[in-house]
């Protein structure tokens, strides 16, 4: 394991310290959000203090089966990014990150297709995940009329990230698509709902994630299921065969409950035939990339070239 940014880790480490005294200082919360806080997270998307930006350009479109994305298409692209949000896939949304994917898709030339898939506990899995593969298999079929390309590419984060990886897989076994998506980036995700080591170990630490929070989304996730059955590889990949999944990037920070998810990942899925590369960000907690630090800059950056490159 290589660990990158060891430079920045004084300023990454400070900006945890901020951020935990400000978690203590409000009310503790409790393994699953309240409908208050739920509709709080929801209403600022990212679960910030104020709901985020939404450009005028993005397009708001429904396709087949009445499933909802969010485009964003910069002049001559030659790739499309299929984009899967993150919030415990209890929040979020398509217009969350209006922003960044803008800069993405300018900078890297791709038309960014963000998928606004049904949100747990109204509608918990399958329910995200079946969103998700009809948004995937939509851009199989139409991304050369729509876009003038061929070349897919796919990722998200947190949740998103584990959601990418799951609409891979269920491209590839219900549908025998394997290729159609050259490369999948996925920042820390949960790829094994069972809970690793980290997530176990990591405690009640007032970070973004904690051990607590994690068991709070996968019971809104997936209620009802034991531990043993949310080791069923259609809902933790982790355990799933990933031979002929596409060449990945996947990146982590050393201060985050997932750490071992995305070491995990990264070992099977190279044992499984494909290029890997592997960021593991020093100090850096969950959901990092939400916060104005220098590691968000550099991560921002080099998403973008692996995204451009692929």
Not at 101 to 119: F, G, T
Not at 128 to 140: F, I, M, N, S, T
Not at 160 to 165: D, K, N, P, R
Request: aromatic share 8%; net charge neutral.
């Amino acid at each position: 394991m290589t660990i990158t940014d060891e430079d920045c880790l004084p300023e990454t480490l400070a900006f945890n310290e901020r951020f935990e005294a400000a978690a203590a200082s409000r009310p503790p919360r409790g393994r699953t959000p309240s409908a208050a806080a739920l509709a709080a997270l929801r209403r600022n998307r990212l679960g910030g203090d104020t709901p985020p930006v939404r450009l005028p350009h993005g397009q708001d479109r429904v396709v087949e089966g009445g499933r909802r994305m969010r485009v964003f298409v910069p002049d001559n692209p030659n790739g499309v990014y299929l984009h899967i949000h993150g919030g415990g896939w209890a929040f979020g949304s398509a217009d969350g990150q209006d922003e960044r994917l803008w800069r993405l898709a300018e900078q890297a030339r791709l038309a960014v297709v963000s998928v606004d898939y049904r949100l747990a506990p109204e509608h918990p899995f399958p329910a995200g995940p079946d969103d998700c593969e009809a948004a995937a298999r939509w851009l199989v079929k139409h991304a050369a009329a729509e876009f003038g390309t061929e070349r897919l590419l796919i990722g998200g984060e947190s949740a998103g990230a584990h959601l990418s990886v799951v609409t891979l897989l269920r491209l590839r076994d219900r549908h025998g698509i394997i290729g159609a998506f050259r490369a999948a980036h996925l920042l820390f995700g949960p790829y094994d709902l069972s809970m690793t080591p980290s997530q176990r170990r990591f405690g009640r630490r007032p970070l973004l994630s904690n051990s607590d929070t994690l068991r709070g989304s996968y019971e809104l996730f997936t209620p009802g299921m034991a531990e043993e059955q949310r080791r069923c590889p259609e809902v933790s990949p982790l355990f799933a065969d990933l031979d002929g999944l596409p060449p990945a990037r996947i990146v982590v920070g050393t201060e985050d409950p997932l750490l071992d998810d995305s070491l995990f990942l990264a070992a099977r899925w190279q044992a499984a035939g494909a290029p890997v590369q592997l960021g593991v960000v020093a100090g850096a907690m969950h959901g990092f990339t939400l916060f104005p630090l220098t590691i968000t800059e550099r991560e921002l950056r080099r998403e973008r070239d692996f995204l451009a490159s692929a």
